[in-house]
């Protein structure tokens, strides 16, 4: 991996930055070529750093019409990266990477590569209500939820079991586990003025609490970006949520599509894990900003073997 390799690279830059004229035998033209091989090092691993880790990081969302994509962090745009016949309730991504996705009654596979959506099987009909949420869990187990309850699913068969009922919850559009907090955040109707709401469970414990009203109706989509918990509405406005009470507040809206945003997942850099966990991951910049110093650093043991030359 590039940032495995990156204490070497800084060393070689560091050494070649040391090294004297006197020491090879060469002209005074060594050291303006070295600074700019050094430089030119230097600066393909930040570039080469900051395009690895931000093209691993990135939320993806389903919508109404078959369609995934991917929402831009900095500007909300939406860029397509699979479509299919079937219209996900929801997505969720493994450890692995591989991307699921539920249809009301459906399990399935997404091959991004590809675009191909694949059936891994049946979990029921809408005779009991219509599965709707999708998340994985400790220990990369994945899970669904449907009217009272959550279910957690064979990804071999698409078989869903049902785990114990929460009262009042009455699943509307998303979960997310929260690893920091071993419980699920999930959305619910039923919030004052149509408003959805916000539960934690516990199902190792087999407890719930609810934790407050969004102040939106319809967010269908529910992540951790990075250990901030976002929301996703599906007239396609991105909210912060309070883990803590449930408020969401307006972000940005969603561009690039005029559908409806049914679910989201978010898939964090695969050097540091995380996928929707709530989990942080940490920020390129930390990385590039020691790149940064090394560079200075080498910059200046230059400047000073020059002027001592002098």
């Known amino acids: 991996m590039i940032s495995e390799n990156i204490p070497k690279l800084l060393q070689a830059v560091i050494r070649i ?15 303006a070529t070295a600074k700019k091989l050094s430089i030119s090092l ?40 699979a479509s299919g016949n079937v219209a996900f309730t929801d997505i969720a991504i493994s450890d692995s990477g591989k991307l699921y996705g539920i249809s009301f009654s ?3 596979e997404v091959d991004l590569n590809t675009g191909v959506y694949s059936s891994i099987g049946f979990f029921g009909g809408a005779n009991d209500g219509n599965m ?28 869903a079991t049902p785990r114990i009922p929460t009262p009042g919850f009455n699943s509307s559009g998303d979960l997310v586990f929260d690893a920091a907090n071993n419980r699920f955040l999930a959305i619910s109707k039923g919030g004052m003025n149509g408003s959805d709401r916000l539960y934690s469970i516990d199902i190792t414990n087999s407890t719930y609490l609810v934790l407050g009203d969004l102040g939106f ?14 929301g996703y509405t599906s007239d396609r406005k991105q909210i ?10 307006f972000l940005r809206d969603i561009t690039g599509t005029t559908s ?8 964090a850099s695969s050097n540091n894990g995380g996928n929707d966990t709530g989990k942080k991951v940490p920020e390129p ?16 043991r230059l400047k000073q073997k020059q002027h001592s030359a002098v």
């Open 17 to 31: 930055m040391r090294k004297s004229p006197q020491q090879h035998g060469l002209s005074s033209n060594y050291k």
């Open 42 to 81: 230097l600066g393909g691993a930040i570039v080469a750093l900051g395009t690895s880790v931000a093209a691993q990081a990135a939320t993806f969302v389903s919508t109404n019409d078959g369609k995934i994509g991917k929402i831009d962090p900095t500007t909300g745009a939406f860029t397509q990266v």
């Open 106 to 108: 459906e399990l399935y």
């Open 132 to 159: 709707n949420a999708l998340a994985f869990g400790a220990n990369n187990m994945l899970y669904g939820a449907k009217g009272d309850r959550l279910y957690s699913f064979n990804l071999q068969t698409g078989a």
């Open 217 to 230: 109706k319809d967010v269908f989509g529910l992540t951790f970006e990075n250990g901030n918990l976002v």
């Open 240 to 249: 912060s949520i309070d883990t803590s009470t449930g408020q969401g507040s």
């Open 260 to 267: 409806e945003i049914w679910g989201a997942t978010y898939q």
């Open 285 to 300: 910049s930390t990385i590039l900003g020691l790149l940064a110093v090394a560079g200075t650093f080498a910059t200046s």
